[in-house]
């Protein structure tokens, strides 16, 4: 008798529905696998075997053909486990249910049939939904990742005895969504109230926030350059339900996810500068997502950014650029989203002290050149926005009154980010830092004052064409922050000051 069960698995973070076919006939007791499984779909033959006994069931001596469906996907990994002992156990008639196929099922199962978590759960139930199934039999131990998804109903169990009562008596209400649109005030556990003074490298950060620009902060050691970075993610925007799903599925797919249910906050990752390749960018044996989509819809802070090797450097690049992480394997490529904002944090120099106003830096012309020249061009081309943290003086930081909230910045950073929403409805695009040439020529008309001086600074410091659109797609970012439709003299100042790097050069 053959039996169908439906399953599904998943590929980035996108899920792939299966279909497991158990067919069992007379002959030689064999057990096989076939439909493009790999060695650790394989492996689940003795952990069935011995879950299906240990749970009082009886093992068919007979020939079991297992086909997963379709057969060009590759499939692994253990979470076929369960729809091939509920499968077996169908076919060789142990247990009734008339409406099996209304079920998805995932879960591993251990010896004693224990029903173990998986990796992927989230986009699996996402998947199973768009194909009408409603009913997902899922381990416990992914009930809250599951839950979280509108018009699903979720039965999560321990061990397969459980499971197979349930489907001959049905005696279970499902776990149904309880998301609420309802978001906490305070989305970080930093506030840059607590941030005294450096007003100009806390405004370059507003700016950074509200045009979705990628930002290095450089500074003397100890001048609070990570402080500012960790409460980025406390300014910008909330997550709408679509992003902190994403979020959510890329967690999901990492296995990485806490026991909070959907995303409640910006994600915010600080990779050390040990990390590699595959850490930042993703892959490895599990195809797993790396940092870089970890911080999808929120912020990659790079701390001490020179110190990381140039490799890991460099294949940031792509990535800033598409948004879109591209991890090639035997079979094909798999792709991720990787839309964060970058935000660096460097000192300027060896010893650190270079521009600062309390020591003397005491590297050489040469050492200081060697050490920048990682910042290869094109990766420094895709930073926006360069800010010096100073040191504080000491009756800075010893003032006893706190700066403005986050919130209060977030406001305002909401209300630029709305303007851009409404600005580029047709454009396909949500920031300002997104606009290509066509776009810029649209929305950064200058007036002639505006444009003379850009005139003179593109002379005089031989800018790149990408570098001038910077500074064109900088200057709209500050006007919207101000609520103007014109870009005015002042804002092409301010994001001149935005450019200059090291030895007040403008790159
Ligand atoms: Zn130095």
Same mark, same amino acid.
């Given at each position: 008798?053959?039996?169908?069960?439906?399953?599904?698995?998943?590929?980035?973070?996108?899920?792939?529905?299966?279909?497991?076919?158990?067919?069992?006939?007379?002959?030689?007791?064999?057990?096989?696998?076939?439909?493009?499984?790999?060695? #650790?779909?394989?492996?689940?033959?003795?952990?069935?075997?011995?879950?299906?006994?240990?749970?009082?069931?009886?093992?068919?001596?007979?020939?079991?053909?297992?086909?997963?469906?379709?057969?060009?996907?590759?499939?692994?990994?253990?979470?076929?486990?369960?729809?091939?002992?509920?499968?077996?156990?169908?076919?060789?008639?142990?247990?009734?249910?008339?409406?099996?196929?209304?079920?998805?099922?995932?879960?591993?199962?251990?010896?004693?049939?224990?029903?173990?978590?998986?990796?992927?759960?989230?986009?699996?139930?996402?998947?199973?939904?768009?194909?009408?199934?409603?009913?997902?039999?899922?381990?416990?131990?992914?009930?809250?990742? /599951?839950?979280?998804?509108?018009?699903?109903?979720?039965?999560?169990?321990?061990?397969?005895?459980?499971?197979?009562?349930?489907?001959?008596?049905?005696?279970?209400?499902?776990?149904?969504?309880?998301?609420?649109?309802?978001?906490?005030?305070?989305?970080?556990?930093?506030?840059?109230?607590?941030?005294?003074?450096?007003?100009?490298?806390?405004?370059?950060?507003?700016?950074?926030?509200?045009?979705?620009?990628?930002?290095?902060?450089?500074?003397?050691?100890?001048?609070?350059?990570?402080?500012?970075?960790?409460?980025?993610?406390?300014?910008?925007?909330?997550?709408?339900?679509?992003?902190?799903?994403?979020?959510?599925?890329?967690?999901?797919?990492?296995?990485?996810?806490?026991?909070?249910?959907?995303?409640?906050?910006?994600?915010?990752?600080?990779?050390?500068?040990?990390?590699?390749?595959?850490?930042?960018?993703?892959?490895?044996?599990?195809?797993?997502?790396?940092?870089? #989509?970890?911080?999808?819809?929120?912020?990659?802070?790079?701390?001490?950014?020179?110190?990381?090797?140039?490799?890991?450097?460099?294949?940031?690049?792509?990535?800033?650029?598409?948004?879109?992480?591209?991890?090639?394997?035997?079979?094909?490529?798999? #792709?991720?989203?990787?839309?964060?904002?970058?935000?660096?944090?460097?000192?300027?120099?060896?010893?650190?002290?270079?521009?600062?106003?309390?020591?003397?830096?005491?590297?050489?012309?040469?050492?200081?050149?060697?050490?920048?020249?990682?910042?290869?061009?094109?990766?420094?081309?895709?930073?926006?926005?360069?800010?010096?943290?100073?040191?504080?003086?000491?009756?800075?930081?010893?003032?006893?009154?706190?700066?403005?909230?986050?919130?209060?910045?977030?406001?305002?950073?909401?209300?630029?980010?709305?303007?851009?929403?409404?600005?580029?409805?047709?454009?396909?695009? /949500?920031?300002?830092? *997104?606009?290509?040439?066509?776009?810029?020529?649209?929305?950064?008309?200058?007036?002639?004052?505006?444009?003379?001086?850009?005139?003179?600074?593109?002379?005089?410091?031989?800018?790149?064409?990408?570098?001038?659109?910077?500074?064109?797609?900088?200057?709209?970012?500050?006007?919207?922050?101000?609520?103007?439709?014109?870009? *005015?003299?002042?804002?092409?100042?301010?994001?001149?000051?935005?450019?200059?790097?090291?030895?007040?050069?403008?790159?």
């Amino acid at each position: 008798m053959s039996v169908k069960i439906n399953t599904a698995t998943f590929s980035g973070i996108e899920g792939i529905s299966i279909t497991v076919e158990i067919d069992i006939s007379m002959g030689l007791p064999t057990f096989n696998i076939v439909g493009l499984a790999d060695t #650790s779909v394989k492996e689940s033959k003795e952990r069935v075997r011995a879950a299906i006994i240990n749970s009082g069931f009886e093992f068919p001596i007979n020939r079991i053909t297992i086909n997963l469906a379709p057969a060009d996907i590759k499939k692994d990994g253990s979470l076929f486990d369960l729809p091939i002992a509920i499968g077996i156990l169908a076919a060789s008639k142990q247990i009734y249910s008339e409406d099996i196929d209304k079920y998805l099922f995932i879960g591993e199962l251990s010896l004693s049939g224990e029903i173990r978590k998986i990796r992927g759960a989230l986009p699996i139930i996402i998947e199973g939904l768009k194909n009408d199934i409603k009913n997902f039999i899922i381990p416990t131990n992914n009930r809250v990742e /599951c839950s979280i998804v509108k018009n699903s109903c979720i039965y999560p169990f321990d061990n397969l005895k459980q499971v197979i009562s349930f489907l001959e008596n049905e005696d279970m209400l499902p776990i149904t969504i309880n998301y609420s649109n309802e978001q906490e005030n305070n989305n970080s556990k930093f506030d840059f109230e607590d941030v005294i003074g450096q007003e100009s490298s806390k405004r370059a950060i507003e700016v950074a926030a509200a045009g979705g620009h990628n930002i290095l902060l450089w500074g003397p050691p100890g001048s609070g350059k990570s402080m500012l970075a960790s409460r980025i993610p406390s300014i910008l925007p909330e997550l709408d339900y679509e992003e902190a799903l994403e979020v959510t599925k890329i967690y999901s797919v990492s296995g990485n996810l806490k026991e909070e249910g959907l995303a409640k906050y910006r994600p915010f990752r600080n990779p050390h500068h040990t990390s590699s390749n595959i850490s930042l960018i993703g892959g490895g044996r599990n195809l797993a997502p790396g940092e870089i #989509s970890l911080s999808h819809n929120g912020v990659l802070f790079l701390d001490e950014m020179l110190e990381f090797k140039k490799s890991v450097l460099e294949v940031l690049r792509q990535p800033l650029e598409d948004k879109i992480v591209k991890i090639s394997r035997a079979n094909g490529n798999i #792709s991720y989203p990787a839309n964060f904002m970058l935000v660096g944090a460097t000192n300027p120099c060896p010893c650190g002290f270079y521009a600062s106003n309390t020591k003397v830096c005491t590297c050489t012309d040469h050492e200081k050149k060697l050490y920048l020249s990682k910042l290869s061009g094109p990766l420094l081309d895709r930073i926006d926005i360069f800010s010096f943290v100073t040191s504080l003086k000491y009756e800075e930081f010893n003032k006893k009154t706190k700066s403005e909230p986050s919130v209060s910045i977030k406001e305002r950073i909401v209300k630029a980010r709305e303007i851009q929403k409404s600005r580029y409805k047709n454009d396909k695009l /949500c920031c300002n830092s *997104q606009m290509t040439g066509n776009q810029i020529d649209k929305y950064c008309k200058l007036d002639s004052q505006s444009n003379k001086l850009l005139k003179v600074v593109y002379t005089k410091y031989n800018l790149s064409n990408r570098a001038y659109n910077r500074l064109l797609k900088l200057s709209r970012t500050i006007a919207d922050l101000d609520g103007r439709e014109d870009i *005015q003299y002042s804002d092409v100042i301010e994001a001149i000051q935005y450019r200059k790097f090291i030895n007040e050069n403008i790159v």
